[in-house]
Nanobody, 125 residues
Framework: QVQLVESGGGLVQAGGSLRLSCAAS????????MGWFRQAPGKEREFVGR????????YYADFVKGRFTISRNNVQNTVYLQMNSLQPDDTAVYYC??????WGVGVDERQYDYWGQGTQVTVSS
């Protein structure tokens, strides 16, 4: 069984930065893709970005607009989400997810088998 644990959330002023981490554990961890999603109050969960475990190819939602960067450490089984120029609209619970399924490109949350518990990001104006 794979477990994902996010950390790094918190309160930041508009224009500030945060770096989220997602540490994976499990007897065999070899995902196809890992993704970040977020859910704001009263809204559905939405795709933020993803990284292919092999090769490190990344893809982001349009609203990221170059502000966020996903990276990974294959040795430590950790994925990062560096968020810069944060705005109040970025306030949400951020989740990381992983999957060995290869039928998609990591944008659809239905592709993901494993989810973290989420970490709260609050951006004040």
């Amino acid at each position: 069984q794979v477990q994902l644990v996010e950390s790094g959330g918190g309160l930041v002023q508009a224009g500030g930065s945060l770096r989220l981490s997602c540490a994976a554990s499990g007897r065999t961890f070899s995902p196809y893709v890992m993704g970040w999603f977020r859910q704001a109050p009263g809204k559905e969960r939405e795709f933020v970005g993803r990284i292919m475990w092999t090769g490190g190819n990344t893809y982001y939602a349009d609203f990221v607009k170059g502000r966020f960067t996903i990276s990974r450490n294959n040795v430590q089984n950790t994925v990062y989400l560096q968020m810069n120029s944060l705005q109040p609209d970025d306030t949400a619970v951020y989740y990381c997810a992983a999957t060995p399924q290869t039928w998609g490109v990591g944008v659809d949350e239905r592709q993901y088998d494993y989810w973290g518990q989420g970490t709260q990001v609050t951006v004040s104006s």
